[in-house]
C-alpha cells in the first residue's frame, strides 16, 4: 500500500508541473457601447459579420417608434447603421442615412409573417466589403413591380459603390 501512496503521490506532483508549465491563453475581452444623442429606442443588433482577418461588422438596428409600426410589420430608422471592430480593438461607426442610400423607405420595414422577411439584406464579401441588397417599387401596392437592386459598402470608411445590379421579376 505505501508504494502505491508513493505512486499516487509522486503522479500528482508531475501532473501540478505539467499543467503549471503549460502556456495559458488569455481571452481578451471587448466591450462597446453604443453612444445615444437623443431619447431614441435602444439599438438592437440585427446581424454580425466575420471576415477572414478577424475584423467583424455589426449591423444595428433601431425601431421607430413615429412610423406606423402593427402586428404585420415593424418599421425601423431609416439608417443603415455599421460598427466595424478592427482586430486592434478600434471601432470605425457608419450611420448612413435614408437620402445618402438613395433607397425607398419601405427597406427599413420589416414583415412579419410565419418568419420575418427584411428587404434590406447585407452580405459580407472579400476582405473589406459589404454587398447591400434592397428592394425597389414602382408602385408600392403592386408587389409585381418590385424588383431588386444591390450596392457595395467599403467597411473601412463607409463609401458606397453603386453596383446597377438589378433583378426585376414581371408577371404576364
Do not use: W
Not at 57 to 85: Q, W, Y
Not at 99 to 105: A, P, R, T
Not at 117 to 123: A, S
Request: glycine content about 4%; aromatic content about 12%.
Amino acid at each position: 500500500m505505501n508504494l502505491l501512496n508513493n505512486y499516487l503521490f509522486l503522479f500528482t506532483i508531475f501532473s501540478i508541473i505539467l499543467f503549471a508549465t503549460l502556456p495559458i491563453s488569455s481571452q481578451k475581452i471587448f466591450t462597446y457601447e453604443e453612444t445615444q444623442t437623443e431619447d431614441v429606442n435602444r439599438p438592437i443588433i440585427h446581424k454580425i459579420h466575420n471576415y477572414d482577418d478577424n475584423t467583424i461588422v455589426v449591423r444595428i438596428v433601431r425601431v421607430n417608434s413615429s412610423a406606423p409600426n402593427s402586428d404585420e410589420m415593424i418599421c425601423l430608422d431609416g439608417f443603415l447603421s455599421l460598427r466595424t471592430i478592427f482586430p486592434n480593438g478600434s471601432v470605425a461607426s457608419f450611420d448612413i442615412p435614408l437620402e445618402i442610400l438613395d433607397i425607398q423607405y419601405l427597406n427599413f420595414c420589416l414583415l412579419q409573417g410565419s418568419k420575418i422577411e427584411n428587404p434590406l439584406k447585407t452580405y459580407s464579401i472579400r476582405s473589406n466589403f459589404l454587398l447591400v441588397t434592397y428592394t425597389v417599387a414602382e408602385d408600392l401596392n403592386n408587389p409585381f413591380t418590385y424588383s431588386e437592386e444591390a450596392m457595395v459598402v467599403d467597411i473601412r470608411n463607409g463609401k458606397i459603390y453603386g453596383l446597377g445590379i438589378k433583378i426585376r421579376f414581371i408577371s404576364k
